[in-house]
């Protein structure tokens, strides 16, 4: 995609698509974030660069591997919504519209932690290999796995990582464009199978072989293989055997070793027939292992993975300088883009002559080749002329991207403007880079750009800090801060309390505290409030009913009648008890009811001298029952009673009367 065509920001492709920010820019392709306007939804725009258009092959590969991955329904394949082809003028935009993955990709988070640790490892393979099945089922085959095109969103509330494979296809549809021969070789050099280096083959096989480097580097933080060019790393892959990771990284099971091993032979027949048996021999190991699935980090929102680089030119003899192993000079220390390579042939020696014989067709030839090597100066001058007057001006004004790793923002400001370049400033967050150093440029350092043209020049943040979130903050609020942070936030109910100044709901506290520095994605545990520590039931034991119930509803319940009982403690119609019981709290605040219970004793009236019937009366009104011994006569009077007077008795119980006569 060339420099004018970022005017695309703001079209309606198809009148349907609206084109917004720019993600990332390949050589063959720019991602930019974008809005389906019929649907109202956000979505990623792949708008392939202009010159495919043009090219039938291409577009109508294009159209054929578009369809088929947008046959793909699983939640770990980036969903492909649309594709189309948008005229406008005398220019043509073939795009891809694609779900939109806030998030990261898995080179990011390598880069974040250098290695993954093996349950990490074995669940982000898991989700991989998922994804990959599902397109092998369905006759779909990737070619280009790699990192940059395994996604990791998030999805649900609170968010969990998910990893997403994306670009299913896109290497066969730039492979069937007339640009390309069957001497180039397509892929990405650190992930290719050997067969697609030797023969160009590309199917289930291959797929598992990258899918095994991909897991060999997430276990060991590096690729197998390096060099000083992309040939060479590329035919180590045909030539040398994948060392078992523990080689490297000590300490790696060895049945990890051997699922590594198998996947990576050399011989396609030798390895699992395809990703959904190479998930099930994973699944086994994990199962072997007894390691649960991990949770996958949820990574900050970042730019989608650039596209591949851009395919050869349509000129065959243009082949070989743009894409031999010359135009990728420099050590192959770790990952590439998706390259195109040349396949080297061997020639046919000339013809021999006879002993003491010239070879009669090279004599009748001579002068041909003399007229033909004149031809050949003639054009070469012709050709120069046309290339400078055409090309070769503005290439004279081409600078190479100077090295600003690791400098200062002025620093890296006035090397640029030095080097005739203009800057902007763009800043991330990095575990290990420190605060305010150069992370990276684009384009990249040595890549060649126009002279007056901006490069991106990323600073670090450093790590980040977790936010001040004071007490009393909004969950919600709170989830946010710490999502902008780049940090995960994580609910700890274990950690709640109640507080008599933070309201319910809102945030009690957060581990660590605020100003701490973490890892980029570490997890920050919110702690929220219980509300104000519930009041004590207060005791009442003692006092008569209505004051009882003033006290109780003083201290913000309601009391209720709960019914009597007998007690000898407590006066006659004084409280026994509540329940809930003196002392108790009650959670929450939706039922705050106390029952009281009164005390139903009687106590025992005097009716010694009274007149027996006058006596027999005055117990019945207390509730008591009269128990006389003997026979009474009108004028018999009470001369004992049993129990007591005063003491206090249950309702109902009978007093027994001494009388006389």
């Known amino acids: 995609m060339t420099s004018t065509e970022t005017s695309l920001a703001g079209a309606l492709l198809e009148r349907r698509y609206r084109v917004d920010g720019l993600l990332a820019r390949g050589g063959m392709s720019a991602v930019y974030r974008g809005s389906d306007t019929r649907l109202d939804r956000p979505v990623a725009i792949k708008i392939m660069d202009p010159r495919f258009a043009d090219d ?38 073939v795009f891809l519209v694609m779900e939109l993955v806030d998030g990261g990709t898995l080179r990011d988070l390598l880069e974040q932690r250098g290695k993954l640790d093996v349950p990490l490892a074995l669940s982000v393979a898991e989700q991989m290999l998922s994804a990959l099945s599902a397109a092998h089922q369905a006759g779909l085959v990737h070619r280009d796995v790699k990192p940059e095109n395994v996604l990791i969103g998030h999805t649900g509330h609170p968010p969990a990582g998910v990893v997403k494979v994306a ?18 070789i397509l892929g990405t050099v650190s992930y290719l199978a050997p067969e697609q280096v030797t023969t160009g083959a590309a199917d289930e096989p291959g797929d598992v072989y990258s899918a095994g480097i991909v897991f060999y580097e997430m276990l060991t933080g590096k690729v197998p293989y390096t060099g000083d060019t992309a040939i060479s790393v590329a035919y180590r892959h045909v030539n040398d055997d994948v060392p078992a990771p523990s080689t490297v990284e000590p300490g790696i099971p060895a049945v990890l070793d051997d699922l590594v091993l198998r996947a990576t032979r050399r011989d396609p027949e030798a390895r699992p027939a395809d990703a959904g048996a190479f998930l099930q021999e994973l699944r086994r190991v994990r199962a072997a292992l007894g390691i649960a699935p991990a ?22 003899e243009k082949t070989v300088p743009a894409f031999s192993p010359v135009a990728a000079t420099g050590p192959v220390t770790g990952p590439r ?48 002329g046309v290339w400078w007057f055409t090309v070769g001006q503005d290439a004279a004004q081409a600078v190479a991207v100077p090295t600003l790793t690791g400098m200062d923002q002025a620093t890296a400001e006035k090397t640029l403007h030095d080097a005739g370049l203009a800057s902007t400033i763009v800043r991330e967050r990095h575990n290990s880079v420190p605060a305010g150093q150069v992370i990276g440029t684009d384009p990249i350092a040595g890549a060649s750009a126009e002279k007056g043209s901006t490069v991106t020049v990323t600073l670090s943040s450093g790590r980040p800090t977790v936010p001040d979130i004071s007490q009393g903050t909004g969950l919600e609020q709170a989830e946010t801060a710490i999502r902008d942070a780049g940090l995960t936030p994580q609910r700890d109910a274990s950690a709640d ?49 209505d004051d009882a119930f003033q006290r109780l509803k003083s201290a913000g319940f309601e009391p209720y009648d709960a019914g009597t009982e007998f007690s000898d403690d407590v006066p006659s119609g004084s409280v026994t008890r509540t329940t809930p019981a003196a002392g108790s709290t009650i959670e929450g605040q939706s039922d705050l009811r106390v029952g009281v219970y009164t005390n139903n004793a009687v106590d025992v009236p005097t009716v010694v001298g009274r007149p027996v019937q006058d006596a027999i009366q005055l117990l019945s009104d207390a509730g008591l029952q009269a128990d006389v011994e003997g026979k009474t006569r009108n004028f018999s009077i009470v001369i004992g009673q049993d129990p007591e007077p005063g003491e206090r008795v249950e309702r109902g119980k009978k007093v027994k009367l001494e009388i006389f006569p």
């Open 497 to 545: 309390a109640y507080s008599a100044s933070v309201p319910e709901g809102k945030v009690l506290s957060v581990n660590p505290q605020p100003g701490t520095q973490l890892p980029i994605g570490s997890a920050v545990k919110i702690a929220l409030s219980k509300g104000a520590p519930p009041t004590p039931v207060p005791s009442v034991a003692g006092l008569s009913r």
């Open 337 to 384: 883009g998706t390259q195109a390579l040349m396949r080297p042939h061997s020639a046919p020696p000339p013809p021999q002559a006879p002993p003491g014989q010239e070879p009669p067709t090279m004599v009748r030839r001579r002068p041909v080749v003399l007229w033909t090597v004149i031809a050949v100066l003639i054009a070469a001058v012709l050709g120069t």
């Open 56 to 93: 039938r092959s291409f577009v109508d590969r294009f159209e054929r591997e578009a369809r088929l991955a947008a046959k793909l329904h699983h939640p770990n394949v980036v969903t492909v919504h649309d594709q189309g082809v948008d005229v406008a003028g005398d220019r043509s935009h």
């Open 295 to 316: 949770p996958i980090p949820v990574l900050p929102a970042k730019q989608l993975p650039a596209p591949p680089v851009a395919p050869p030119p349509a000129d065959p």
């Open 167 to 184: 670009d299913f296809g896109l290497v066969r549809a730039v492979a069937s464009a007339g640009t390309t021969s069957s001497s180039i």
